[in-house]
């Protein structure tokens, strides 16, 4: 026997040999047969004795020169791509066109932009950091993450195209809310409500649209484009899977853009409708609501909204759900997971899959641009109807409210609520009404489920 401590040397050795000897004696009958089977054949393999033959299998692949694969390695390039390519695709609309390189290049460069106000600008990072990439990836000259069973189509079928992911953020966002400024002042509800003038209004916006010749919106792309003015995502994917799948990529941009860009439209609105004198309106605090109350509040909602709108059941159900896994507690494990892990995760991948529908034929069209526009209608239409329902309430109110939070009756959690308190202590310091702000913010985004059941009930196929 060897000494392994002494002779490791010869010992690897050895082993060395018997692996050679392994190798050659496995892979000589294989070099005899293929010699054998190729003789007496006009066309030889590659062996050791002919290095110039084909190798088995490529039979049909063509030989290819230097300069001939440095000219298809050119022809793979983006470059080559953004000024040369040209493909025929299908507009949200049925209509066929040309899509070229260039528009690819435009779409990237609009990624870019979104990109930069998330990050560098801080709208909305954790909304507008995904969707820009994810409209840079669908973008990207055969890359194939937007073709089917591609990376970005499968986030898109598996929940955005449907009702899954939309009902997974409103659990998330019940179990982040609280609503108890609803509860300690109820009428802040009206002001909710108010801001639904926005999403009907827009309905006849888009109707008239149908007069210019070229556009043809149905009552249902109606109800799709118009819940755009509730600023609220995922609520306007849940209407337009169920009413207009067609124009659901062109909707959940445009609601997901103006969720992010609330402080830069409401403040110029709110400004202009109020007074200095209004803006300095100070409000009582409120008053504290007990555990009871804030159990009993997501069963009420959820009862209310199965027995008079069923159809908006699902949505409202879903923010009640996680509301009551936060109030109850008893189940923190789940609240926190809703509330943390699992509302980033499909946060994550709904702005991916909202991202990438942002491709050249779904915007760079006459109606994709028009939806945008009537949705920026329908969200200045709804801060302003808010902030004048306040003022209205005034009229009557011996406890005035600040107009200021009407604006923040729209559906955007808790960005409305923020830019309402912000403008407030741009005349008034000392002025707070963050915590004011809330009931009307919560109470949109109820009120924004209950015109999308309205609009399912109405207009969804039977």
Known sequence: ????????????????????????FSFMPRVFAQAAASAGTEQEYASFSNMTGIIKGSEKTPNISLGTFAINIAKTTGIYAFITNSVEKMTPAGEKIHIFGWQELFMILVGLVIIYLGGAKNFEPLLLLPIGFGTVFVNIPFGGMGDTH?????????????????????????????????????????????????????????AAFNLVPGFNFTMEDAGAISIIGGADGPTTIYV???????????????????????????????KLLTTDHERKIRMRQLRDVGKVEKILFPMISLLLSILLIPAAAPLIGCLMFGNFIREIGVVDRLSKTLQNELLNIVSIFLSLGVGSQMTPEKFMNPASISIVILGLV?????????????????????????PLIGSAGVSAVPMAARVSNKVGLESDPGNFLIMHAMGPNVAGVIGTAIAAGVMIAVYAPK
């Open 1 to 24: 026997m060897l000494n392994l401590k002494k002779d490791r040397k010869a010992v690897t050795t050895i082993v060395l040999a018997m692996v050679v000897a392994a190798f050659v």
């Open 240 to 270: 337009a899977a169920k009413l207009a799948p067609h124009l659901l990529a062109t909707v959940a941009v445009a609601a997901y853009s103006y969720m992010a860009l609330v402080p830069i439209i409401q403040p110029p609105i709110m």
């Open 150 to 206: 591609g990376f970005l189509d499968i986030i898109y079928t598996a929940g955005v195209g449907n009702e899954f992911f939309p009902l997974i953020i409103f659990m998330g966002i019940g179990a982040l809310t609280d609503f108890g400024p609803l509860i300690a002042n109820p009428k802040t509800a009206l002001l909710g409500a108010a801001a639904q003038f926005g999403v009907f209004g827009t309905m006849f916006g888009v």
């Open 378 to 402: 329908a969200f200045a239409i709804a801060t302003a109807t808010g902030v004048l329902f306040a003022k209205f309430m005034n009229l009557f109110l011996k406890e005035k409210v600040n």
